[in-house]
């Protein structure tokens, strides 16, 4: 079973699903990409290394195995979800702050 996708893909799934639940926009903020673009350039060079040097190691079984130079693509969806998911949550409480 190809746990690792499933769960990456459900990911995004719960981050847009907050982002509408909570009415935060986040993911229509211009910012929201431009500091995603970011983070992608520093997961290439940390994830890049990791994955490229076989420090980590995933289970063929348990993802797609598709990829995005040594990175696999399950890697980028969790950290898409991650980003959304903590400034989703960080604009909701400071606006219930407010």
């Known amino acids: 079973m190809k746990e690792y ?15 509408y639940k909570l009415k935060t ?5 211009p910012r929201f990409y431009i500091f995603l673009l970011v983070i992608l350039f520093f997961k ?3 994830n890049g290394y990791l994955t490229g040097k076989e420090i980590v190691l995933y289970n ?10 040594s990175i696999p693509l399950e890697d980028f969806f969790f950290g898409f979800s991650m980003v959304a998911m903590t400034i989703i949550f960080w604009e ?3 606006r219930r702050q407010e």
């Open 5 to 19: 996708s499933l769960l990456a893909a459900g990911s995004i799934f719960i981050a847009l699903f907050l982002d």
């Open 25 to 29: 926009g986040v993911l229509r903020m």
């Open 44 to 46: 290439f060079l940390v």
């Open 60 to 69: 063929r079984d348990a993802f797609f195995g598709f990829r995005i130079g």
């Open 92 to 94: 909701y409480f400071k």
